[in-house]
């Protein structure tokens, strides 16, 4: 599974599902995007991100991430506008929605 260069057979980001995600990108695709409040599971997104090269930026309100350990290769910004939020995924080479797992619906607007 991945996101493949246009004219190259390389992925530039391999996704590797297990208990912890592991993100794995070329050179030239090192900016990662999460975000969201609602159940959101970002111990994990951190530990999967955690000692990457690549950059991090997660959009969120500081009470999710409370308590949580942020990797130095992650940048938090806090309750910006919806406009903004557009354009950092717009921007993002890879977008993730790190969804806890839950019994209820959450996630869509990001995805969508």
Known sequence: MGRFIRGSNTPSC???LRSVT???CSAGHE??????RTGRDFATFFDAVRGLDSRVRVITSPHVVAGLEIPSNVELLFDLPFSTYIEHVKNATIVVVPLANRQISVGQSVIL
């Open 22 to 24: 592991r993100f794995v």
């Open 31 to 36: 900016h990662i995007f999460a975000a969201g």
């Open 14 to 16: 391999v996704v590797i």
